[in-house]
């Protein structure tokens, strides 16, 4: 179970989020929508322990993986060596990992070789490598047409279900979060917290 306390997080002068309090069960699927800068990165942000500078608690489970809007992958290593990065995992888990997202032939490709959604491919691959425990996505889907959308959109509800994890899923879009999450809190106000 993850539980989020935040009574409050600011950048200096400028208090973001207020009060923001919900749990996400062992193997919910939950999102988090809201405007353009209402803080939801900021909120992930704190949940994924990439920041711990507020006032509240937050208590997680021990493995998360972020996956962010930009694939953010290392161009000069080959795929295998961007997974390999996260996890001492043998080879063959990887590339088994790799075939899981549709890229059992991509293993020794190059980032700027591979499609942007391929490459986003790579980066959900490179988060599940650590067999997370909870699974966070911020807006995974951003900058891709809406083929590759649907498409990913797709894959992801497939991990997601064959692997038994939470998933908090950060997003603009409406269908995005109705496909992929059980539950939707949506952020608002200034300072954010759960208005819905
Ligand atoms: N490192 C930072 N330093 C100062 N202010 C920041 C920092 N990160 C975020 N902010 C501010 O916090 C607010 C919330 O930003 P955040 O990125 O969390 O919004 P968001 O809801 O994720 O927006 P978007 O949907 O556009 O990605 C904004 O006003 C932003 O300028």
Redesign the pocket.
């Given at each position: 179970m993850i539980s989020v306390a935040v009574k409050r997080k600011s950048?200096?002068a400028?208090t973001?989020l207020q009060d923001v309090n919900f749990d996400i069960a062992t193997d919910e699927r939950v999102s988090i929508v809201?405007?353009?800068?209402?803080?939801?990165?900021?909120?992930?942000?704190l949940i994924a322990e990439l920041d711990r500078d507020y006032e509240g608690q937050i208590s997680t489970v021990k493995n998360s993986a972020v996956v962010f809007?930009e694939p953010t992958l290392l161009n000069w290593r080959d795929v295998m060596d961007n997974l390999r990065i996260t996890t001492r995992k043998d080879d063959r888990t990887l590339e088994n990992i790799l075939a899981e997202v549709g890229l059992s032939d991509k293993s020794d490709m190059f980032p700027s070789q591979l499609s942007l959604g391929q490459q986003r491919r790579v980066s959900l691959a490179r988060a599940l490598a650590v067999n997370p425990e909870l699974l966070i996505l911020?807006?995974p889907f951003a900058s891709l047409d809406d083929e590759m959308v649907d498409e990913m959109l797709a894959l992801t509800k497939q991990v997601v279900d064959t692997r038994n994890m939470a998933l908090l899923l950060?997003t603009?879009t409406k269908k995005e979060a109705a496909f992929l999450t059980d539950r939707q809190l949506m952020?608002g106000g200034n300072p954010?917290t759960i208005i819905q």
């Open positions: 950048f200096g400028q973001v809201g405007p353009s800068g209402v803080g939801k990165s900021t909120l992930l942000r809007q911020d807006e950060v603009h952020l954010a």
